[in-house]
Nanobody
Framework: QVQLVESGGGLVQPGGSLRLSCAASGSTFILYHMSWYRQAPGKERELVARIVTAGGGTKYADSTKGRFTISRDNAKNTVYLQMNSLKPEDTAVYYC???????????WGKGTLVTVSS
């Protein structure tokens, strides 16, 4: 069982920056691929960014490439999402996701709201 708790959401102006954090507990953090998803009102949940357990590989949604950066601190069992040059269309609830590298078991956080508005 893995518990995920997101933090760092809030209100930010267009063009501003925000850093989200996801603290994991209950299992071996390094065995999990970590991802950020988001869901805006009336839209499907979409993958924002993913970082794998080994090799430093990352994946980003086309809409966030060059603006968002995902990273992880395995010593702190925490994954981060640095968001720069934020746009109103980035407004959504952002969810942390953990997927076991071998078994595929997935866990979700409860989400943190990011609002980009002037």
């Amino acid at each position: 069982q893995v518990q995920l708790v997101e933090s760092g959401g809030g209100l930010v102006q267009p063009g501003g920056s925000l850093r989200l954090s996801c603290a994991a507990s209950g299992s071996t953090f390094i065995l999990y691929h970590m991802s950020w998803y988001r869901q805006a009102p009336g839209k499907e949940r979409e993958l924002v960014a993913r970082i794998v357990t080994a090799g430093g590989g990352t994946k980003y949604a086309d809409s966030t490439k060059g603006r968002f950066t995902i990273s992880r601190d395995n010593a702190k069992n925490t994954v981060y999402l640095q968001m720069n040059s934020l746009k109103p269309e980035d407004t959504a609830v952002y969810y942390c996701n953990a997927r076991h590298w071998e078994y595929g078991t997935e866990y979700w956080g409860k989400g943190t709201l990011v609002t980009v508005s002037s």
